[in-house]
């Protein structure tokens, strides 16, 4: 089952109002812990026109939504009109997005969510996973981008990549990251600085040089990855959890600008424990911990971060800006 409470962004102005309206996060919040299994509570504040937030109400009462609970969402007013897609079944229909990290893990499912939702995909992954990046992009009919993120002109060659035939993108998914755990007192400077650099440096570089290049077309939406641990802190991830907290640093502060110079709006998904290569190489206990500690007591899917990458993903989200979801079954970690 799916509740949905709806409330109002709390005011600055009138205490009352602001109190009732941050009530209603405790209580959702409350709500989920209590009836979890399978069950999900998220609050939804309306701060536009109610209309604006169809694609929201939908995706959270869908099974899309499973792994997302306890949840604040705020929907607001769009930049421009708000095009109902022709068909809800291919809400992505005519859109072209490009997903870094799509040869395996989350990155493959976002990529394969967004074809079965109408979108054409780029698919980008290091050199080195050529031949399994090859083969998502035959299988889903999308062209492979072999480039590692990394690279200073990373951001000018996907331009040029997506320039021709029809030119621009409508999505842009920041999906590739790494993990090079370790406490901070034995963390080699290396291990530091290729978590920044691939998780956080690059993510604010490609989206500038994409955004100066206008290759990113007026009602396109940008997705950045975050995580729980950079919400939390988890030990032995100082380098991981600041390079996700600096995503979501990078999100409330571009959203409002990308909307106003661009049209183009900025979210991030925070997942929680999903199911990749990246957790199989947790040592045992912790990833049993991690998969039952929260409300729903499993683990997510990756086609669970990509149903909420692909509701942030379409035109009729031009509403929602500058949110972080989690994507974590309400994890006990962290707020
Ligand atoms: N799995 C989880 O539980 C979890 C939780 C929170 C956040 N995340 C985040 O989700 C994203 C995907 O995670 P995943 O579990 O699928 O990981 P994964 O390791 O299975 O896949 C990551 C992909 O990114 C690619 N990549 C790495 N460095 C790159 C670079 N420099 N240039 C281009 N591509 C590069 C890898 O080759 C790989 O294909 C990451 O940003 C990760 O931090 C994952």
Redesign the pocket.
């Known amino acids: 089952g799916r509740v949905v409470v709806l409330g109002a962004p709390p005011s600055a102005d009138d205490h009352h109002q602001a109190a009732a309206q941050q009530g209603l996060e405790g209580f959702v919040r409350s709500l989920g812990k209590e009836i979890g299994r399978g069950r999900t509570v998220n609050l939804v504040r309306i701060a536009g026109p109610v209309g604006a937030a169809e694609s929201t109400l939908r995706f959270l009462l869908s099974p899309r939504s499973a792994y997302v609970s306890g949840q604040v969402i705020e929907v607001g007013t769009p930049e421009g009109e708000l095009t109902p897609p022709a068909d809800w079944a291919q809400p992505l229909a005519g859109r072209t997005a490009l997903i870094?990290?799509?040869?395996?893990?989350?990155?493959e499912a976002v990529a394969e969510t967004l074809v079965r939702d109408g979108a054409q995909v780029v698919l980008?992954?290091?050199p080195s996973?050529e031949s399994d990046l090859a083969k998502v992009a035959q299988r889903l009919g999308g062209r492979a981008l072999p480039?590692?993120?990394?690279a200073d002109d990373a951001g000018e060659r996907i331009a040029e990549f997506v320039s021709a035939p029809d030119g621009g993108l409508d999505v842009v998914v920041h999906?590739?990251?790494?993990?090079r755990d370790r406490r901070l007192a034995n963390m080699p400077a290396e291990r530091w600085s290729s978590v920044l650099d691939?998780?956080l440096a690059?993510v604010l570089r490609t989206t500038d040089a994409l955004l100066k290049a206008g290759a990113v077309r007026r009602g396109g939406s940008i997705v950045a990855?975050?995580?729980?641990?950079g919400i939390a802190g988890n030990a032995g991830q100082t380098n991981?959890a600041a390079s996700?907290a600096g995503i979501v640093g990078l999100v409330r502060s571009l959203a409002p600008r990308a909307a106003a110079e661009h049209g183009v709006t900025v979210n991030a998904v925070?997942?929680?424990?999903?199911e990749?290569?990246?957790?199989a190489a947790v040592p045992l206990f912790i990833r049993e911990a991690g998969r039952r500690m929260n409300s729903l007591g499993q683990g997510g899917l990756?086609v669970d971060?990509a149903e909420t990458t692909a509701w942030f993903a379409s035109a009729a989200s031009g509403s929602v800006n500058g949110q972080v979801v989690r994507v974590c079954g309400q994890s006990l970690l962290g707020a």
């Open positions: 870094t990290g799509a040869a395996r893990g989350i990155g980008l992954d290091v996973a480039l590692d993120i990394t999906n590739a990251g790494i993990t691939v998780n690059s990855t975050a995580s729980i641990a991981y996700k925070a997942p929680g424990f999903i990749t290569k990246m957790t990756p971060v």
